[in-house]
Structures are given as structure tokens and as C-alpha cells.
């Protein structure tokens, strides 16, 4: 697979990814996302769609694209800034009873929900739209532009290949050495 077939399938992943995660703020916004028994990421740069785009859509953020770049991060932002609003008003502010069960969500707060829910989607129309333009764009290229983004998928495996060893290492217990005049123990 070359460099550019492996970064337009990454965005494709992306924008599964993303689907995913606006079906879920659905459910949350209904009351019908379980907070105490699945996680959900807060942090836009870690959530799928927004480690994409920070870590490969930048990389096309200067050039021809660069316009289309800058839409896009100013829509994630605004979509996120309405998800954590969602996510105030439902996951945080909701109450357990006196037993310790989850009360279902007020009228209010479903009210509440709902109208940046809505935001949302009008907003994901538009990023879906930004998300197409960016591939015409990037299909447009030629091969050798996607040169940096090998580089960059290399240095990232690269870094996942040590982060694994060190794991590994670290599972099957570091060999211990005896070293110096009073043998105090090294860790290789």
C-alpha cells in the first residue's frame, strides 16, 4: 500500500470513527449512555477522530489544503465544545438517589441536550462536507507529497516498537546486575 492509499484509508477510519462518536454523544444527550459503566474520552486531541486529525491531517495543513485544514479544526473545536456542554449536563450534573441507582435525566436537561445535539449534527454536515473536499484534495496530489506522511507513519512506528519493548521488558523483569566496590544493584 502506498503512502497515499495508507493515508486516505486512515481517513476514512477517521471519519468511521467519528460517526461512531456522534452516535454515541446521541445516546448520551437521550440519557441512555451508561457514564459509571463505559468510559468516554473528554479530551479532544485523544478522542479517535481528534488524534487524526492533529496528528495526520496537520500534516496537510500548509499548501493547497490549508484553508480546508483550518475549517475543519474550527468545527472539531466548535462540535467538541458542544459535546463537553452534553456531557456537563448529563453525565456530570446527574444524580444518584439516595440507593445509589443513577435518577434518569429532567425534562430540562434532556431540553438541554437535545438543542447542542442538534448543533452538532448541523455542524457534522459541514465537517462531513470539509472531510470530502479534503480528500478530493489529497486524491489530487501526487505520490511524492505524501512523502512526509511515510516519514511520519515510520517515526511513529518506530516509537510504538520501543514503547512495546519497553513494555515487554518490563513484564518479563529487568535482568539485575551487581556492579561497584559494595555491589549495588543496576537495572539494565
Known amino acids: 500500500m502506498t503512502n497515499k492509499e495508507m493515508y486516505l484509508h486512515h481517513l476514512h477510519q477517521a471519519r468511521v470513527a467519528y460517526t461512531r462518536w456522534v452516535g454515541m454523544i446521541k445516546l448520551l444527550s437521550a440519557g441512555l449512555y451508561d457514564t459509571s459503566k463505559q468510559t468516554i474520552e473528554l479530551n479532544a486531541l485523544e478522542i479517535e477522530f481528534g ?79 470539509a472531510l470530502r473536499l479534503f480528500e478530493k484534495q489529497l486524491n489530487a496530489k501526487g505520490e511524492d507529497e505524501f512523502e512526509i506522511f511515510g516519514n511520519y507513519l515510520s517515526a511513529q512506528e518506530h516509537r510504538q516498537n520501543v514503547e512495546k519493548a519497553k513494555t515487554e521488558k518490563a513484564k518479563s523483569g529487568a535482568s539485575v546486575g551487581v556492579s561497584g566496590a559494595r555491589g549495588a544493584y543496576l537495572s539494565e
Do not use: R
Open 51 to 129: 488524534k487524526w486529525f492533529h496528528q495526520e491531517a496537520m500534516l496537510f495543513s500548509e499548501g493547497t489544503c490549508t484553508s480546508t485544514v483550518s475549517e475543519m479544526e474550527a468545527l472539531w473545536t466548535e462540535i467538541h465544545s458542544h459535546f463537553m456542554d452534553i456531557y456537563e449536563v448529563c453525565a456530570q450534573k446527574q444524580k444518584n438517589s439516595f440507593f445509589g441507582i443513577k435518577k434518569p435525566l429532567s425534562d430540562a436537561a434532556i431540553k438541554i441536550s437535545t438543542v447542542h445535539y442538534h448543533e452538532i449534527i448541523m455542524l457534522s454536515d459541514k465537517l462531513k462536507n
